[in-house]
């Protein structure tokens, strides 16, 4: 399936196949290094890597976007007790703000309703206050919110979202 965020960025969106795992963990590598030393616990996204998402892809599904052939973002779909989960949204750094995460989530919620799930959950960090807003514009409503290993107080919030 071919689809464009604008008429002058031509992106395609598309399943990930085992050899896109290196490039796959590089873009979550460098989307997420701006939380590098600033969120705690630090996320768990910064330990992805070639073989994690090789693995990854055994048991869950990879959508990504490529621009001139190259991979600039992704999000992973997994049927969690039942619910599809979304997790791993990553866009390059220099493609944030373009709208490629919204594009990247509207996939994700396809291939879940393809999946056959009529629910979406993702989670987010409390403290990213912008990750919440977008997540809230797709229509998902915040539900419980969490604690990471370690921490008192909550750390995080799932989201959940109900596919018609």
Known sequence: MRKQV???NPVSFGPARPEDAGAIAAVIQRAFAAY???????????K???DSIRSALGSESF?????????????SVKDRAGVAYARRL?????????????????EAEALARRLGFNRLHVETRLALA???????VLGFQEGTQ???PGFTHPTYVELEKILV
């Open 63 to 75: 959508v990504i976007a490529r621009q001139a052939g190259r991979v600039i973002g992704c999000v």
């Open 48 to 50: 992805e890597t070639e």
């Open 130 to 136: 912008g990750n919440r807003a977008l997540f809230r």
């Open 6 to 8: 604008t008429e002058s």
């Open 146 to 148: 969490h604690c990471h």
């Open 36 to 46: 590098r030393g600033t969120l705690q616990p630090e996320p768990s996204a910064l």
């Open 90 to 106: 990553a866009v390059e750094p220099a493609q944030q703000g373009k709208g490629l995460g919204r594009a990247l989530m509207m």
